[in-house]
């Protein structure tokens, strides 16, 4: 739909959109290396911070409840379809975000851009830090920028790597490296062994 000619006047088409201007702040423009790394590092604020309030917010507890059973939030009164469409609105913004300062940094946006192995990587990042937590998501994303330059001459086998690192998380440490702590307990419980049955109640010979 992007490289159709009918969306060309406003995507660009398959040339994309080029000259992009840099984001500019009362009259100071934000052109070098080190105004953008303080644009990102205010996005992250940002972002973070909308974040850690919705998640104590009663938005989202909804959304944890649908996350754990849509059935049992449904007869509490949560509208899925509802619910669902504004995580899926503010997940989109969140993106957008990012994708603006991308733009603005790069001058020119291309379909090519992104491409299969961007979701790859935003998967990645979220298995490998831990689903639900910050700092996890923080750890995920400096891994799977980090890695793909220590192991640069295997870059032929990047997606090989990526799904032998996922197995090896799911199967070792399927909560992340920094799991959110109500999952963590969660699947904790789930593994614990019984519990021996208590013998105060039975009489003695």
Same mark, same amino acid.
């Given at each position: 739909?992007?490289?159709?000619?009918?969306?060309? @006047?406003?995507?660009?088409?398959?040339?994309?959109?080029?000259?992009?201007?840099?984001?500019?702040?009362?009259?100071?423009?934000?052109?070098?290396?080190?105004?953008?790394?303080?644009?990102?590092?205010?996005?992250?604020?940002?972002?973070?911070?909308?974040? +850690?309030?919705?998640?104590?917010?009663?938005?989202?507890?909804?959304?944890?409840?649908?996350?754990?059973?849509?059935?049992?939030?449904?007869?509490?009164?949560?509208?899925?379809?509802?619910?669902?469409?504004?995580?899926?609105?503010?997940?989109?913004?969140?993106?957008?975000?990012?994708?603006?300062?991308?733009?603005?940094?790069?001058?020119?946006?291309?379909?090519?851009?992104?491409?299969?192995?961007?979701? +790859?990587?935003?998967?990645?990042?979220?298995?490998?830090?831990?689903?639900?937590?910050? @700092?996890?998501?923080?750890?995920?994303?400096?891994?799977?920028?980090?890695?793909?330059?220590?192991?640069?001459?295997?870059?032929?086998?990047?997606?090989?790597?990526?799904?032998?690192?996922?197995?090896?998380?799911?199967?070792?440490?399927?909560?992340?490296?920094? @799991?959110?702590?109500?999952?963590?307990?969660?699947?904790?419980?789930?593994?614990?062994?019984?519990?021996?049955?208590?013998?105060?109640?039975? @009489?003695?010979?």
């Amino acid at each position: 739909l992007v490289l159709s000619d009918f969306l060309r @006047p406003w995507l660009g088409g398959a040339g994309g959109i080029v000259g992009i201007p840099k984001a500019e702040i009362l009259g100071f423009q934000f052109a070098g290396p080190i105004e953008i790394y303080y644009i990102i590092l205010i996005g992250i604020f940002i972002v973070v911070f909308l974040a +850690i309030r919705l998640k104590d917010s009663r938005l989202g507890r909804a959304w944890m409840a649908i996350r754990e059973d849509e059935d049992v939030a449904q007869a509490m009164g949560i509208n899925l379809v509802w619910t669902k469409l504004i995580a899926f609105a503010i997940g989109a913004s969140f993106a957008g975000i990012s994708g603006a300062i991308f733009a603005t940094k790069l001058s020119t946006i291309y379909p090519q851009s992104f491409k299969f192995d961007v979701s +790859i990587n935003v998967l990645a990042l979220l298995i490998l830090g831990g689903m639900g937590s910050i @700092p996890g998501v923080i750890i995920g994303a400096l891994m799977v920028v980090g890695l793909p330059e220590l192991f640069r001459e295997f870059e032929d086998f990047r997606f090989l790597v990526y799904g032998a690192a996922l197995v090896v998380m799911m199967q070792l440490r399927p909560e992340g490296l920094w @799991p959110e702590t109500l999952h963590m307990r969660e699947l904790h419980h789930e593994h614990a062994p019984p519990e021996p049955a208590s013998t105060d109640s039975i @009489p003695a010979n």
